[in-house]
């Protein structure tokens, strides 16, 4: 009994997180999403990013249904969320409904619903960093539970390729902070466990490059990154910089032809029928090229104060990008989306196109209203329970996993906006953990005062 009330407990919480895609009449999807399905469809790896989605794609929805795929998403998110109530707030105990208001609660101030239920791989960030969250501070965790945590986060890892410098950046920063304040001395870090931690992170370096291998992609994590940091360079106008130093006769570049003409922003250069990269041949045919520009940027120091800067500004911005609704504009027929689920789910095409999305009825005015003030409320809750006296009222793996949700908010800032683009899906996607860390902290710390009065009472 006991059993099969967790088993229904998660799968509460599951339908609650894909309650934005009940919401809407069919999974969501992005531009993106038709090469995911592609993948999935043909086994071919995408030269933009991993093929491994695709694979999840192809698994999880059994050839019957994509909503099998964002209720897979949603059980994994569950269970992490469910394991995160119990280790922040353990007064709760058996309190399962109390446990599924919570994460309702969360859903609802911040979206994370319209995550989960994308026909896309970002929620697979906000998966790996609370799973990584869990390894790095519970230290009574079973061997099951963490051989199983550990598949998460090595999945997560290998689901994007910006997941793989974000999970190393956490796990080596967290490492470096907790050998500097002394928490592997004192065991409130447990060296042996961030060990193992690090290395699952870090073979992703050479596991999806060897699966891309195996399926004939080539040993690349994705073999577009040079047009990415390109595209990035041209953004900044460092490139303006680089091509007005280095378009002479003779050291010439395809590049130079267009040196007056660069797009104003790196999406204009990815996708731009126009752009320079489009009118020169595509990814392919430019990486060569690109790949030797990036080399002498990164190697030439007139170059480093420009790129701190940019990457300093461009991670803040991107910081305050929590924003919902980024991409999820309708696609309709002549689309890649429409094409690709017929293709993979033909039956579905017309639940698909009957959708709210397709039919233009989102609007995300209010949630971004409230998602914008509770992201500030929650700053300020953690600021007051975790950096005052009122630290020591609430758990203390709390300290440790604030700082681990940290680290993964602000590394998916750095990388994405400093690497790809400042837009709000690539950090509304991930922002929410914090606030869902705030919320349960403030149920702990409400509790202890409860307990306290009680006790006053008694006493009195």
């Known amino acids: ?55 999840f794609v192809r698994l999880t929805s059994l050839h019957f249904t994509l909503w099998f795929v964002i209720f897979s998403q949603a059980l994994l998110l569950g269970w992490l969320m469910l394991r995160y109530v119990q280790v922040l707030a353990p007064h709760l105990g058996h309190n399962r409904p109390a446990k599924v208001i919570l994460i309702a609660l969360t859903s609802w101030l911040t979206g994370v619903s319209w995550f989960c239920s994308q026909l896309m791989p970002d929620i697979f960030t906000a998966i790996g960093i609370l799973a990584l969250g869990l390894l790095l501070i519970e230290q009574r965790v079973g061997w099951p539970t963490k051989i199983w945590l550990l598949v998460i986060v090595h999945l997560s890892c290998l689901m994007h390729s910006s997941n793989l410098l ?34 699952v992170v870090l ?28 595209a990035r360079l041209v953004e900044t106008g460092i490139m303006d910089e680089f091509l007005s130093r280095n378009c002479d006769p003779a050291d010439q570049y395809r590049l130079c032809a267009f040196r007056d003409k660069l797009p104003n922003d790196a999406i204009a250069f990815m996708w731009d029928s126009n752009s320079p990269l489009a009118q020169t041949g595509g990814w392919q045919s430019n990486q060569q090229e690109y790949q030797q520009i ?4 990164l190697t030439s120091p007139r170059y480093y104060p420009y790129l701190v800067s940019e990457t300093a500004q461009a991670t803040l911005r991107q910081l305050t990008h929590v924003g919902h ?34 039919r233009n009825q989102l609007n995300f005015t209010t949630l971004n209203e409230r998602t914008y003030g509770a992201h500030l409320a929650s700053l300020v809750i953690l600021a007051v329970l975790l950096l005052t006296r009122l630290r020591r009222m609430v758990a203390p793996e709390a300290v440790l ?4 949700l940290g680290l993964g908010v602000l590394s998916n800032a750095l990388v994405t906006g400093g690497l790809a683009n400042v837009l709000d899906r690539l950090q509304s996607r991930v922002s929410w953990v914090l606030l869902f860390a705030a919320v349960l902290l403030l149920v702990q710390y409400g509790a202890v005062l409860v307990r306290q009065g009680q006790q006053q ?3 009195n």
Request: proline share 4%; charged share 15%; aromatic share 12%.
């Open 1 to 55: 009994m006991y059993q099969l009330r967790n088993w229904v407990t998660l799968l509460l919480t599951a339908l609650v997180l894909i309650s934005a895609g009940l919401y809407n009449g069919f999974p969501l999807v992005t531009s993106d999403t038709g090469t995911y399905l592609d993948s999935a469809i043909r086994l071919v790896v995408p030269d933009d990013r991993p093929i491994t989605y695709g694979l």
């Open 166 to 199: 974000t999970f190393s950046l956490v796990v080596l920063t967290y490492g470096a902070v907790a050998t500097v304040v002394g928490a592997f001395r004192r065991q409130q870090v447990r060296p042996a466990q961030w060990l193992v931690t690090t290395a």
């Open 203 to 230: 073979v992703g370096w050479v596991v999806l490059p060897t699966l891309h291998a195996a399926m004939g992609g080539g040993f690349a994590v994705s073999r577009a990154s040079s047009a990415f940091l390109m």
């Open 294 to 297: 990036i080399r002498r940027v």
């Open 325 to 358: 609704g980024d991409g999820l504009s309708p696609f309709r027929e002549n689309t890649n989306p429409y094409w690709k689920i017929g293709e993979f789910m033909h039956y579905e095409l017309k639940e698909y196109m009957s959708s709210m999305q397709n």
């Open 401 to 404: 996993a604030v700082t681990v």
């Open 457 to 459: 009472l008694n006493t």
